[in-house]
């Protein structure tokens, strides 16, 4: 309802301290990651789920980095959004809301939970293992728990492809904001982007994306490939890193 979307939208704008014009992290990041989720949606594995289904995907797809406290400037931390969710107010408020439409917090929280990531792939498992743990006490019901560890990981896709759907001008803008907001030189983060575009374009999920989405995030690939062949040779540790997304 328009009452309830305004109300989501006004706790978006509140969550994202700082310049946004410099972060990656930001609501327009937020709000990408919620329309890349509606158009996965729109698809045929989307149209097969329930309207509350869909719904609790798309809040949890807007509010996963929620996370008012942070330092300005500073990415968005998972276990603060966990929290805030249910200890912040205004968000409690309108979780209460918008349980009248089948979103339920609890799984809102699972699903945002998938989308948390680390460098280290040990500690990525870590991640996945802790999410099916919240998964399992908040998805009851048959096949609950297996479409919660299936659309966790694609949401958590979502989360990482969002700002590389549009054109290489932005994405490269969203990639700078990134540096900015790690305090890490721009070339590096520019020169390393194409290591952890090209394993999401290899996913599974990749599929997931309208055509239109596919076709721009390989053109975003390209560019971020003849980017980090035209950059100076680099140590490979320095070339290959990668913040959370």
């Known amino acids: ?3 309830a979307l305004g109300r989501l939208t006004e706790l978006l704008r509140a969550g994202h301290p700082g310049d946004q014009a410099r972060v990656y992290h930001g609501l327009t ?3 990408r990651v919620a329309n890349t989720a509606a158009a996965v949606l729109g698809g045929p594995a989307g149209r097969a789920l329930s309207p509350q289904a869909r719904n609790t995907l798309l809040v949890a797809a807007a509010l996963h980095d929620y996370d008012p406290s ?9 276990s603060a959004t966990l929290e805030t969710l249910e200890k912040d107010p205004a968000a409690a408020a309108l979780m209460k809301e918008l349980a009248g439409f089948g979103v339920d917090t609890a799984q809102v929280k699972a699903l945002i939970k998938y989308t948390d990531f680390h460098p280290d792939a040990a500690q990525r498992e870590k991640i996945r ?3 099916d743990a919240m998964a399992a006490a908040a998805f ?3 096949g609950a728990l297996s479409w919660a560890k299936l659309w966790g990981p694609r949401l958590a896709f979502v989360d990482q492809s969002a700002m590389y759907l549009d054109s290489p001008a932005f994405a490269r803008q969203a990639v700078i904001g990134l540096a900015n907001e790690l305090n890490a030189p721009a070339d590096k983060v520019l020169a390393g982007t194409h290591n952890f575009l090209k394993p999401l374009i290899e996913s599974p ?6 055509p239109a989405l596919q076709a ?8 971020f490939v003849t980017l980090s062949e035209a ?13 959370p997304p």
Do not use: I, K
């Open 231 to 243: 950059a100076p040779a680099a140590p490979a540790a320095a070339a290959q890193a990668r913040a």
């Open 129 to 131: 293992q802790d999410a």
């Open 70 to 78: 942070r330092a300005p400037g500073t990415p968005a931390r998972v």
């Open 29 to 31: 990041h937020s709000v």
């Open 140 to 142: 009851r019901g048959d």
């Open 216 to 223: 721009n995030f390989r053109a975003v690939h390209r560019y």
């Open 205 to 210: 999920d990749f599929a997931l994306l309208p």
């Open 1 to 3: 309802p328009t009452a």
